[in-house]
């Protein structure tokens, strides 16, 4: 991974997302030093699911309301190894 000290990086998802397919990556993203920022449509936490069944619960870092972003449409980029 490149080097991603000092980088921002905001993560969005809401409730009903697959647990790993967002505690992976944010756990790699901060790992290789970056500030990852859950954002998301509430302030509550958000349910996770594990093959379709409750999991855990995860704390919203931000809202879309807090930052000011709420005509804003969430993109994603992935980049393949």
Do not use: W
């Amino acid at each position: 991974m490149k080097d991603l000290h000092n980088k921002r990086v905001a993560v969005v998802a809401t409730n009903g997302f697959e647990e790993s397919e967002l505690t992976e990556p944010v756990k790699a993203l901060r790992d290789a030093g970056t500030e990852a920022v859950i954002v998301s449509t509430q302030a509550e936490p958000i349910q996770a699911f594990k093959h379709y069944q409750p999991s855990i619960t995860l704390d919203v870092d931000t809202t879309f309301d807090e930052r000011g972003l709420t005509n804003t449409m969430p993109c994603c980029f992935l980049e393949a190894p």
